[in-house]
Each structure stands twice: as C-alpha cells, then as structure tokens.
C-alpha cells in the first residue's frame, strides 16, 4: 500500500553512516618515541636525503618526505631530524621526517634588502665560511659585510677566505677589515713550477682552511666564480662539484651549484655545506639593534647613550665617540668603533622604517 507525504516522520528517515567511522577526530599526535635520529644533507624537490647512524657501521643515506604535522616549518641542511617508517635506505624506500630537533644555530637571509621574508640556508653551523675572490670577479665588500651581520646575529663564527692571490695580493682589502678581527685564510693554485705533478696542481693555503674547519660544521657562502666547488672538491675528494668561469661581459661567475648539500670531512673530521652561488645577501629579515649586541665592548659603552641613539657618525650626543677617544672603551679602539659603524649603516639601510 502507498503513504502519502503526510504518513512520513522522523522515524523514516534514515541516515548514512560516516564512512570513516563515527568516532570524532583526535588532536593528539603520535610521540613518534621510535623515532631515529638522522642529519639532512640536501633538499630536492620536496624529498630530504639524510644520513643514518652517522659514524658508525650502520651509517647510511635514507630518503624522507615531511610529515604532514610539521606544516611548513622548514627543514634545511644541517638539521638534525627524526625518522619512522622504512629507515632502511634500500632504494625505492621512503621515510618520514616526523620531528625536527632544537637547532643551536640558523642561519637565513631574505631575497632583497626591503623583503622581510625569510629564506632559510642552514642549520647548526659553527662557523661561516666567507669565500671571495681577489680578482675575477673583482671582489665586493658589501657581501662580506652583509654576511657578517648575518653570522653574528646567528652567533656563528665568521672565516674569510680570499682565493685567487696569484692575481692580486691580498694586503689592501685585508686593510678594511683588520678592525673586526676577522680570521681569514689566503689560498692560490700552485704553479706548475712549485707542483709536484704538473697535471695536477694543489691549492696553496688548503691545508691551512681544513685545520680551520676541523671537527666543525660548516657553512660557505659566496658569490658565483670565487672559487668554492675548486675548494670543496680539494677538501672532500670525490664530491665533484660542479666547477663554471667567470662572465667576461658582466665579470660575474655563472652559476655552478643549483641546491645546498653537506658533506662530511674525510676521517669524520666535521661537516661542511655549501651553498649555491648568490648575487646579494639580503638583510630585511634582520632588526637593526640586534647588532650591538655582538660588539659586547661597545655594548656596554652604548648605556650611557641618550634613548633613541642610533651610534652612527651623525647621531648627535652619541657617547661612544667620546669615551673611545678618551681610551674609556678598553680595547674598543677608534678602528674597532669604524667598524660596527660600517656595519651598522649598511645594516639600516635596509630597514624600511629607518627614515
């Protein structure tokens, strides 16, 4: 027999199950307490290799993908992360990255000088690795002192190293930065007459960087044609790195290198990541009086300034000027005080609230 409309209630009416069951959604994640822990040695493509077991018998190569609870947070070389699933490295095999462990160190930059956006570079590293050319390319200061700003906002050590000195001494560019204290290493190819095998000449000054490097981690940074694949495939035989000239129309070196990638020192003696080459080091993401603080001498000196004092040349009543010159500053010298003030205006100038 028929019903009509009227004949239905809410007894009738039936209602589909959930297909994926009735029991509500958890914002409790997995610990992941099985998790293994592993160093990210590049990034390709949404995919991280890293190593396993790093040091010892077990060591391997495994290739992750992000777990989905991490978002966006970036993973970069340098990072020490966990893995679950297949942490076997046989290829075709796959693992997740499910945390990311306390980083004591993160080096970034931004795009431009008025881009505030991060871009994320490495992690852990103790030590920058500024590398620069004498001549072809002509160098350029204000990458140097862009990185410096960088490192030691990072707290990250700071090593310059001056290639191709058989074109150009090194003593007068050396001149601008002798004030900061800044180590650095000279190197050259050796010629053919001081080469043992002419077919194969070494690089005068490389035995010098890798006592530097010794038993710490990493990072170089430069600009295309300075000559850092040269130096990494000398330092870590067997890396071959891509190696390019010098542009003769613009003098700039093309790019070699196309992503980040760690490699470890022969004897398990530290880590070293290099980077792909950079036209400019952007300082956006950076706050201008966070510098200060990395000249504690000038710091403390800095307490006795009228409030909004800028330190610079033409801050009136700034009171570092006259304690450096009357020999109140210790070991802050008039040279030492030169220096932050570079470094302090070339970081301003990026602020876009500076005006």
């Known amino acids: 027999m028929s019903r009509s409309a009227r004949d239905y209630d809410e ?24 998790a293994i822990t592993a160093r990210v040695v590049s990034v390709d493509r949404g995919r991280w290799r890293t190593l396993v077991g790093e040091g010892t018998d077990e060591e391997r190569a495994v290739t992750a993908m992000r777990a989905r609870e991490l978002g966006r947070s970036p993973i970069v070389p340098g990072d020490l992360v966990g893995l679950v699933g297949d942490t076997s490295g046989r290829d075709g095999t796959l693992a997740r990255i499910v945390r990311i462990q306390e980083r004591s160190s993160f080096l970034r930059r931004s795009a431009d000088d008025d881009d505030s956006t991060e871009r994320p570079l490495v992690a852990n590293v103790d030590l920058m690795v500024m590398v620069t050319a004498l001549a072809d390319p002509e160098p350029r200061g204000g990458m140097i002192d862009r990185c410096l700003v960088a490192a030691y906002v990072a707290g ?21 930065y002798a004030p900061l204290g800044l180590e650095h290493v000279v190197t050259r190819r050796e010629s053919p007459d001081e080469a043992e095998d002419p077919g194969a000449p070494a690089i005068v000054g490389l035995e010098e960087l890798r006592e530097r490097l010794s038993g710490r981690v990493s990072v170089l940074i430069g600009h295309s044609g300075v000559g850092k694949s040269t130096l990494l495939n000398a330092l870590v035989p067997g890396t071959d790195r891509a190696t390019g000239v010098v542009n003769d129309v613009t003098g700039r070196g093309r790019h070699t290198s196309s992503s980040a990638l760690a490699m470890q020192l022969p ?88 005006v």
């Not at 050590?157 to 601008?176: C, G, I, Q, Y």
């Not at 000249?295 to 330190?311: I, N, V």
């Not at 000027?321 to 030169?338: C, F, I, K, N, S």
């Open 156 to 176: 990250i050590d700071a090593l310059l190293v001056l290639t191709k000195s058989d074109l150009r001494e090194p003593e007068d560019f050396l001149t601008t």
């Open 267 to 354: 004897d398990d003696d530290g880590w070293v990541i290099d980077t792909p080459g950079v036209r400019s080091f952007g300082l956006g993401h950076v706050d201008p009086d966070e510098l200060l603080d990395a000249f504690k001498d000038l710091d403390e000196l800095a307490e006795q300034c009228p409030r909004g004092c800028t330190h610079l040349e033409d801050s009136p009543d700034c009171a570092l000027d006259a304690q450096v010159e009357e020999g109140l500053a210790g070991t802050a010298g008039p040279a030492r005080l030169a220096s932050y003030r570079r470094l302090a205006t070339a970081l301003r100038k990026n602020d876009p609230w500076d």
């Open 11 to 34: 007894s009738d009416v039936r209602v589909r199950p959930n297909r994926r069951g009735s029991r509500p959604r958890t914002k409790d994640r997995p610990k992941h307490e099985d």
